[in-house]
């Protein structure tokens, strides 16, 4: 039998000195208040209710129990409010994952921001460490990992922040010794610096979306902002997260050849029935930022060279 239960049938009986009245408090019958006190006595041992057909009143060990259940009780709705205001509120502790490249760039702007508007929210951001299975960063211990490549799993809740735009670079010295690719199947020729083991880029060309498969990487890394210091010193062609390279390609230290394939953010968190206030005002708030502060030039540049 359920023990809360039978100690609120307790306490009620306490309060009313009724089983009836008891059993309108509990919303049950008084056949059932009855059943709890006598099956708590069993369980016991001892005799908690003294009834008679003109009273009900509590034993010395009835006094006791009850006193001990009004504690468990109480404690119990104390804690059940402080959990309700603590999923309602904007206070608190918010962990948040997302890959290394992301956390360097304008995401990290966006979630600082964030944490300067929420003060009494108390973020704690990790770069890097994002696994492949995507329910693994709860198990870690965090509220809200972003990513940039497709989750499909039922215990999660995906939400798309905003779109990433790529462009594949190469700094001017580079292409006057090597030539400027004019077609996708011409970068076959040279030197591609790949990040965290790309193995083909997709890019616009002709109209439509080409396929160009990597055939070797001549410098490889899992740092954008690494693979753009390649790219500008001429190491070869890379493809650059747009809000990284712009400033580079405005002051003419990288050409745009292609655009890749525009990337989603996307935010995860736990599935459930509500989700908590302050990882909902942090969505909202990232995906207000980056509508704020669309990628420079459109997002489009127009290839150059």
């Not at 995401?107 to 929210?121: E, K, Y």
């Not at 970068?187 to 498969?213: I, M, N, P």
């Amino acid at each position: 039998m359920d023990r809360l239960l039978v100690m609120r049938s307790l306490v009620a009986v306490a309060d009313t000195e009724s089983f009836a009245d008891a059993a309108e408090a509990v919303r049950t019958s008084a056949s059932s208040v009855s059943r709890h006190i006598t099956s708590l006595e069993k369980r016991l041992g001892v005799r908690l209710i003294n009834r008679t057909a003109r009273s009900v009143t509590l034993t010395e060990n009835g006094a006791r129990y009850t006193a001990f259940a009004r504690r468990v009780l109480g404690e119990i709705e104390r804690e059940e409010r402080s959990l309700a205001r603590a999923h309602t509120s904007l206070a608190g502790t918010l962990s948040v994952i997302c890959p290394k490249w992301l956390g360097s760039l304008d995401l990290g702007d966006a979630i600082a921001d964030f944490s300067v508007r929420h003060p009494d929210i108390e973020v704690r951001l990790a770069l890097g460490g994002v696994q492949e299975r995507p329910y693994a960063f709860l198990d870690d211990g965090f509220d809200v990992s972003f990513y940039t490549r497709p989750i499909r799993d039922s215990r999660m809740s995906p939400r798309r922040i905003a779109t990433l735009p790529f462009v594949l670079c190469a700094a001017p010295a580079y292409l006057d010794a090597r030539g400027r690719p004019r077609e996708v199947h011409e970068l076959a020729g040279h030197d591609c610096l790949t990040h965290d083991h790309e193995v083909y880029w997709r890019l616009a060309a002709g109209g439509g979306q080409q396929v160009h498969k990597i055939s070797r990487s001549a410098f490889g890394t899992n740092s954008y902002l690494a693979l753009q210091k390649a790219a500008v010193r001429g190491r070869g062609i890379a493809l650059l997260p747009l809000r990284s390279a712009y400033e580079a390609v405005a002051a003419g230290e990288l050409e745009v050849l292609f655009h890749g394939r525009e990337r989603s953010l996307c935010a995860v968190h736990a599935a459930g029935a509500a989700t908590p206030r302050r990882v909902g005002a942090l969505l909202d708030f990232v995906g207000r930022w980056f509508e704020e502060h669309p990628a420079p030039g459109g997002g489009r540049p127009a290839p150059t060279g």
